[in-house]
């Protein structure tokens, strides 16, 4: 494993949020293809999507580091509230609110122009019914696929 990927692999245990609930090799990452796939990166803040294509290795990359790991899919409930980017899925006002989006470190770590002009083009959709009509069965779901990805290593530290 290269440096960079030591580096990537430990930031992702970091974020991970290990626990004794867990196993000793299993962690949180995002399939950034699938992430950026959401319609707020899609639509309204891609460069999160661009950034998070360099800063997150693929999970085909992580299973390899890890001589193999199963993967499975981490849907976020619609009454989400813990604040991260991607439980904004089915929740568009939510990003209206600077101390919403200032809890998270996608938006926290865009431009101040870049996320002026997401969400004032955001408050314009809703306002005039765009977004309803390009997302709103998104308000009927329970749970979204927004690729978050619970990878479980079978390993000891």
Known sequence: MSASG?????????EGGIDGAWGAGDFVTIDVPVEA????????????????????????????????ASVEVLPVPSDC?????LSFWSQPERV???????????????ADDVVTRAVDSLAADLGD??????????????????????????FAF
């Not at 509230?81 to 980017?85: A, I, K, N, R």
Request: charge should be negative.
């Open 129 to 154: 019914g765009t977004w309803c009509r390009r997302h709103g069965d998104l308000r009927q779901l329970t749970e979204y696929d927004a690729g978050l990805r619970l990878v479980v290593a079978d």
């Open 6 to 14: 030591c580096a990537s692999l430990h930031i992702l245990f970091v």
């Open 37 to 68: 796939e959401m319609w707020l990166l899609r639509d309204y803040v891609p460069e999160i999507a661009e950034r998070d294509l360099v800063e997150f290795p693929t999970i085909d990359a992580v299973c390899g580091w890890l001589g193999g």
């Open 81 to 85: 509230h813990d604040g991260f980017l």
């Open 96 to 110: 209206l609110d600077a101390s919403s989006r200032a809890a998270t470190s996608g938006f926290a770590r865009l």
